[in-house]
């Protein structure tokens, strides 16, 4: 192994590439034809699409973890993949800036500039507040209440990084039972979020299309709620790596990785709670 | 030591052939080229497009297309300029000569270097291939501003799921360079001794990084605008389209540095090479640098003084656009500084990058002229408008780009190219540029509207100037693609140091670059 540490490694040619290429054109194809053409051939070309990049993703992940575990990376490599998921929650935190950007914005300028217009036009009843009610509504608007689910979630979320890193210490310290507990503790703690997401979905009062309030409240929750699901995938696949007897407590970035991810997400609700349901 | 090169060289030597080599590849010379050769299929592509727009604008009235159509080739040209022309340019640049520049073996990730190059092809494909669906492409104008977004067809769903996907390839692309730069440099090349090219392409990922994630969220909104009920942009249900022109330009602003900062970085290496001298001022280059790029995230308003922003904020915008002139004014000073008491050649490569200074300081002037918000309130979508990003577009990021492939072409292909025909191409294209932009000064501040295919009869003149302008400008690229096959196909062996004056540890490598180089890092002096 003493050669493999002295180069960087640079991986031979790989079909991994054109392959998640090919998954996402699929996927992008089926999008505007869903939109566009009807269920059948959209839901083909998604089906495809989603099969073709489930197979990039086993096998891609499959080939960096088989270099790992053989000792390809040194630390060089190391260092680049802490550059990279740094840099990439950099921009999933940006991504996230855009639909924050749009709720201040709805909430600071567009709704009280209405409320300075002529503005029964906009819907019957429109008051220039927030939360704004939005058209469309059947029964009397009521706004997410902060303290009762919400508040719950946050308890969860909160929980479960305490949780990750008790798990991390015990990588660290070589205590593999502690560590698989850790870990199903966290992931159990995210799934009970994503069941009390979904129900408090179901309990609201109002839909996507009730307004600006609507949109920002749904996409900004609803792209948190899919990044928690992804966070418990990789959490799940962390965990049976660690089932495997991967990691050590000296290389263990994978978990790591997922471990800043998963704070990210947590720092994001936080956001959310605060200015979407509280304040 | 010995055991290692064999070692590392088992690995992958031994590459594909054939169309699998370029498919498969995980080597930046082959993904640099591919860069490279796909931006120049897109440059031909928006070219072929600004060509009908130009032959359309000859005359008023109607003649070769109809408005629709008008307004689907100038919102697809610009896309396909700025996304498929441009952009992957300066990252083919990046790819060829980050890892050359620094002296790491290769991008610190080879196989996501080649995914980020084949989102490419799909997205272009999806962008360009809208013209052929049920209702032409997206004609919104490359903002892609509601209602008009809102309310196009297929074609817009299309052009929103290929600016995704070229942003997952710009975030992966910028992730890519900014960890080979931060984590592969040879031990001795400090931050502050890096090449510029370097430098100007750190900060241009970060941007990246910083922006596409936003232009991803606000065509996100607009999807779920057009499909999903949601009110973003629709007063009807409290939203405004003014914030999307909010949001767009967060992003939109710090693009156009996007296409600039690595054109600065090309010229900071092409000037000294041929004045013979050092950089002037390089600290000063790096600093200019990054306050351009911090100043960029709030100046967006400056796109927008006549939507009916506060005038607090159109002041604030005011005045943040200008202070972007310092900066940029000490690049231009050192440039012509570097070039003072130079013994100075003027091959093609010099002779592009000092029409890129005078010809982009003109684009620069015409930008602080837009700057100014009560100007702006009459110049707002005129030609004016047009000819100033042309000045800062085509003769800034193109020439450079140009400038730079002249420069680089030798240590690419092992060949010098044909001088007299690069000489001829520089000023056939430099004439014919000045010939289409110039007047769209004069027709912007007479009062035509841009992304009008018909205008007032008083403006004849100055469009059909242009169009023949633009008709050589477009014909003239054609020696640019031959001089590149012929240097690609033969010519005099280029040295290893292919420029006398030329400086870096791309130069220590022979001529072509070996398929690997610095697989052990050099000595960095």
């Excluded at chain 1, 029964?139 to 008790?166: H, I, Q, R």
């Excluded at chain 2, 975030?171 to 370097?198: E, H, W």
């Excluded at chain 2, 915008?317 to 000490?330: D, E, N, Q, R, S």
Aim: net charge neutral; glycine share 10%.
């Amino acid at each position: 192994m003493s050669t493999a540490q002295d180069v960087y490694y640079v991986p031979a040619p790989s079909k991994w590439p054109v392959v998640g290429s090919t998954a996402l054109f699929l996927l992008a194809i089926g999008m505007v034809s869903l939109l566009h053409w009807g269920k059948t051939p959209g839901m083909v070309f998604l089906a495809a699409g989603f099969a073709v990049l489930t197979y990039m993703l086993f096998g891609w992940f499959g080939n960096v973890i088989h270099e790992s575990v053989s000792g390809k990376y040194n630390t060089q490599v190391d260092a680049s993949f802490r550059w990279a998921m740094g840099w990439f929650i950099f921009s999933e935190v940006m991504f996230f800036a855009a639909f924050f950007g749009a709720l201040f914005y709805a909430r600071q300028m567009s709704v009280p500039i209405l409320g300075d217009l002529d503005n029964q036009l906009i819907w019957p009843g429109f008051k220039p507040g927030w939360p704004s009610e939005g058209p469309y509504l059947t029964d009397a608007f009521k706004p997410m209440e902060a303290w009762g689910l919400p508040a719950v979630n946050t308890l969860l979320l909160l929980t479960s990084g305490v949780t990750l890193t008790w798990a991390h210490h015990a990588l660290m310290e070589n205590k593999r039972t502690q560590l698989l507990i850790g870990m199903a503790a966290t992931i159990a703690l995210g799934l009970t979020f994503l069941f009390f997401q979904a129900t408090e979905y179901g309990e609201a009062a109002f839909t996507l299309s009730t307004g600006v309030y609507g949109a920002t409240f749904f996409l900004l929750t609803g792209f948190h709620g899919f990044h928690v699901t992804l966070g418990t995938l990789m959490l799940i696949v962390i965990m049976a790596r660690c089932g495997k007897g991967h990691f050590t407590p000296e290389h263990h970035f994978a978990f790591e990785a997922v471990a800043w991810y998963w704070h990210f997400v947590d720092v994001v609700w936080l956001g959310l709670f605060i200015f979407v349901y509280w304040m | 030591m010995e055991a290692t090169h064999d070692h590392a060289h088992e690995d992958h030597s031994h590459h594909p052939t054939g169309l699998a080599r370029y498919f498969f590849t995980t080597n930046h010379k082959d993904i640099g080229s591919m860069y490279l050769w796909f931006s120049l299929i897109m440059f031909f592509v928006g070219g072929f497009m600004a060509l009908v727009i130009r032959a359309e604008l000859f005359q008023p009235g109607i003649q070769i297309v109809n408005p629709d159509v008008f307004n689907q080739l100038t919102t697809i040209h610009a896309l396909v300029m700025i996304f498929g022309a441009v952009m992957p340019a300066f990252v083919g640049f990046a790819n060829w000569q980050i890892p050359l520049m620094v002296g790491a073996s290769d991008m610190a990730f080879a196989r996501m270097n080649n995914w980020s190059f084949w989102l490419m092809p799909p997205a272009a494909t999806l962008l360009v291939g809208s013209f052929l669906v049920p209702g032409g492409a997206a004609g919104s104008g490359w903002t892609l501003y509601p209602p008009l977004s809102i309310q196009g067809g297929i074609s817009v769903d299309m052009t929103i799921l290929a600016v995704h996907i070229m942003g997952a390839s710009s975030i992966m692309g910028s992730i890519n360079i900014v960890t080979t730069i931060l984590n592969m440099r040879a031990p001795g090349m400090t931050l502050m001794r890096m090449p510029m090219f370097v430098w100007t392409w750190l900060i241009t990922a970060y941007l990246l990084i910083a922006v596409m994630p936003v232009l991803a969220g606000a065509v996100t909104m607009l999807l779920t605008d057009r499909h999903f009920g949601t009110h973003f942009f629709n007063a009807a249900g409290g939203g405004d389209p003014t914030m999307f022109m909010h949001i767009f330009w967060f992003f939109g602003h710090p693009e156009v540095y996007i296409m600039i900062l690595p054109a600065f970085g090309i010229i900071s290496h092409i000037i000294p090479t041929f004045a013979r001298k050092p950089l002037f001022g390089y600290a000063s280059m790096v600093y200019a640098t990054s306050s351009i790029a911090l100043l960029s995230f709030i100046v967006w308003g400056h796109h927008m003084f006549t939507v009916g922003m506060p005038a607090a904020g159109n002041l604030f915008f005011m005045y943040a656009t200008m202070l972007i002139a310092v900066p940029t004014g000490v690049k231009v000073f050192n440039w012509i500084a570097t070039m003072w008491k130079g013994s100075m050649t003027f091959e093609t490569p010099m002779l592009f990058a000092v029409a890129f200074v005078s010809l982009f300081t003109i684009g620069g002037f015409s930008g602080l002229v837009l700057a100014i918000t009560p100007v702006d309130i009459t110049l707002h979508n005129t030609y004016y408008v047009v000819a100033h990003f042309h000045y800062v577009l085509f003769s800034g990021a193109i020439f450079s780009i140009m400038g730079g492939a002249y420069y680089w072409l030798p240590k690419w292909t092992g060949h010098m190219y044909d001088e007299k025909l690069g000489k001829v191409h520089f000023w056939l294209t430099t004439i014919s540029f000045n010939i289409t932009f110039f007047p769209q000064h004069f027709l912007g501040l007479a009062g035509m509207p841009r992304r009008i295919p018909d205008y007032a009869t008083q403006f004849t003149e100055f469009n059909q100037i242009s169009s023949v302008g633009a008709f050589l400008l477009g014909f003239s690229q054609l020696l640019f693609l031959y001089v590149i096959i012929k240097c690609i196909r033969g010519g005099a062996k280029a040295e290893a140091k292919a420029w006398e004056g030329a400086e870096g540890l791309e130069w220590t490598v022979p001529s072509p670059a070996p398929y690997h180089t610095f697989e052990t890092p050099p000595a960095f002096h």
